[in-house]
Structures are given as C-alpha cells and as structure tokens.
Nanobody
Framework: VQLVESGGGLVQPGGSLRLSCAAS????????MEWYRQAPGKERELVAG????????DYADSVKGRFTISRDNVKNTVQLQMNSLKTEDTAVYYC????????WGQGTQVTVSS
C-alpha cells in the first residue's frame, strides 16, 4: 500500500487549496478513504472521510461548508478541496486507508498565513 499526498503550500486566509492523494497497492475503489491533519503540538484529527463509491462523505464540524472531499476510482486518487481557509487550518495533512491496519501517506504541509 502506498499513499502519496500533494498540493500543500502557503496560502493567505480566505484562500483555497486542493490536496490530492494518489493510492496504489490495493483495490482503491473498495475502501473508505480519509483525510487527517496534525497541527504543531496537537493530536492528529480527522478532517473528512468518503465511502468507496464516493456517494457519501462526512466532515469534522470545524471544516463543514468549507472543505469538500471527493475521489476518482479510475485514477485511484482522493482529493480535498479547501476553501475559505483560516489560520487554524495550518497543519500537515495526511490521507489514510484502513486495510487490516492503518496506512498513512507522508503528509503535505498546509500553511495559512498573511
């Protein structure tokens, strides 16, 4: 199993970023996928999850209405569209799949600052 995140960067408050996670080594279309984040000095927290079909997603209260998770089961990718970013969204963002055990990507840094 390999998960590779991309798309992070520096953005001003109110701006947008689109993260992507490329998955390989397993039947991507069969698994629930999640995005987590970890800010400095804080525990890793769940941001969003999406069912295997892509028909249903769930979000942390802190990002509802601002972030959208989606997936492409042909390209084996899961995306996180982040709009109206706030300074408190600054964190390393990870994608995760649970396949017997948890598999994580290496993370991508998102910094929201003016």
């Amino acid at each position: 199993v390999q998960l590779v995140e991309s798309g992070g960067g520096l953005v001003q408050p109110g701006g947008s970023l689109r993260l992507s996670c490329a998955a390989s080594g397993f039947t991507f279309s069969a698994y629930y996928m999640e995005w987590y984040r970890q800010a400095p000095g804080k525990e890793r927290e769940l941001v969003a999850g999406i069912v295997s079909s892509g028909d249903y997603a769930d979000y942390a209260d802190s990002v509802k209405g601002r972030f959208t998770i989606s997936r492409d089961n042909v390209k084996n990718t899961v995306q996180l569209q982040m709009n109206s970013l706030k300074t408190e969204d600054t964190a390393v963002y990870y994608c995760k799949v649970q396949r017997g055990r948890d598999y994580w990507g290496q993370g991508t840094q998102v910094t929201v600052s003016s």
